[in-house]
């Protein structure tokens, strides 16, 4: 392990010290981030899921009268009709702050007023199955854009979710107890050295004694 | 100023035109490939695309996850729903929680 290369000084001593401080500091945000983060996915997750089941739902009966719709006329016809759309849909993208996710925003702008003036077609050779079938997906719409904006930000905190868990993980399994197994270990190298001076100079002290005075201690 | 873009096959995405988003009909798997990419450099701020061929675009589609602008969006084509959007929330609880607790059953 790491341990192994440290070298048992006390400058290393204080550098360790306060590198688990701002560990344990961190490690405790980055631990209420990742729950606030949680609880609020959660939420917009069960969110996103029933948009997502009721936007299914729509899309399939859409679907279902375009079927008919163009069983009842000819294809060229409804080519033609669905060919010049008279609606256009322009999105604005604004930016949330979310626990420093940014999750997108939309807000869509029709070119016409009237958002519901989406019959392209003269209604003289389309059947009224087609008219039923726009309205239909009409009406699914503002689901699907709504549906959009939340799975977008479910992807996005999801990412940052799992990102800051590792972190978290990173913190507190590795980093915080290799600094505090460094801690000991260069305290007690710290504490090995100064005994064996200690015992040094009470050596050195008897033989010099000795030598002066031929007198010895342990005599 | 973004758009809306709608890609998929004809059928399924030619009632999308009336409502004025744009739609592109694509059925060959390079083909989309490549119209994904240009869509998102021409400004599309959605592209909803057809869980069909959302499943042939998978490597492509995961490179724009993590970036806020586009948004892609999986919705059911003409011929039923594959049940792969559902999945892609259950997977980002996956990712987020390490199991799927919400919608497991």
């Given amino acids: 392990m790491a341990s192994t290369q440290v070298t048992p000084t006390r400058m290393e001593l204080t550098k360790t010290k306060k590198k688990l401080t701002t560990a344990v500091k961190g490690h405790k945000l980055l631990k209420d981030k990742r729950d606030e983060l949680m609880r609020q996915f959660l939420d917009l997750v069960r969110e996103n899921m029933e948009l997502r089941q009721k936007v299914e739902a729509g899309i399939r009966s859409a679907n279902k009268n375009f079927v008919i719709a163009k069983a009842g006329m000819d294809e060229a016809t409804l080519n033609t009709a669905l060919m010049a759309p008279k609606q256009e849909v322009s999105l604005e993208v604004g930016e949330k702050n979310v626990m420093s996710v940014n999750i997108p925003v939309f807000t869509t702008k029709t070119r016409t007023a009237d958002a519901n003036d989406i019959y392209s077609y003269g209604f003289a050779f389309t059947s009224s199955d087609l008219d039923g079938a726009v309205k239909s997906l009409a009406d699914i719409l503002p689901d699907m854009l709504k549906l959009a904006e939340t799975e977008k930000a479910c992807q996005l905190m999801a990412a940052e979710i799992e990102k800051t868990r590792r972190r978290v993980n990173a913190l507190e399994h590795v980093i915080i107890p290799e600094a505090q197994k460094n801690i000991k270990y260069i305290t007690m190298k710290l504490d090995e050295n100064e005994r064996s001076s200690q015992i040094r100079l009470m050596k050195v002290k008897d033989m010099m004694l000795e030598e002066a005075h031929h007198y010895s201690e342990r005599a | ?105």
Wanted: hydrophobic share 40%; charged share 20%; glycine share 10%.
């Fill in chain 2, 1 to 105: 100023m973004y758009k809306i873009a709608v890609l998929g096959d004809y059928d399924s995405i030619y009632g999308f035109a009336a409502l004025g988003l744009d739609t592109f009909s694509v059925t060959a798997r390079e083909e989309a490939g490549e119209k994904l990419h240009q869509l998102v450099n021409d400004g599309y701020g959605i592209i909803y695309i057809t869980e069909a061929m959302a499943a042939e675009l998978e490597h492509e589609i995961a490179k724009y996850q993590n970036q806020v602008i586009p948004a892609i969006i999986q919705i059911p084509g003409i011929s039923g729903n594959t049940g792969a959007g559902v999945n892609s929330v259950k997977k980002s609880v996956e990712q987020a929680v390490g199991s799927d607790i919400l919608f497991s059953n």
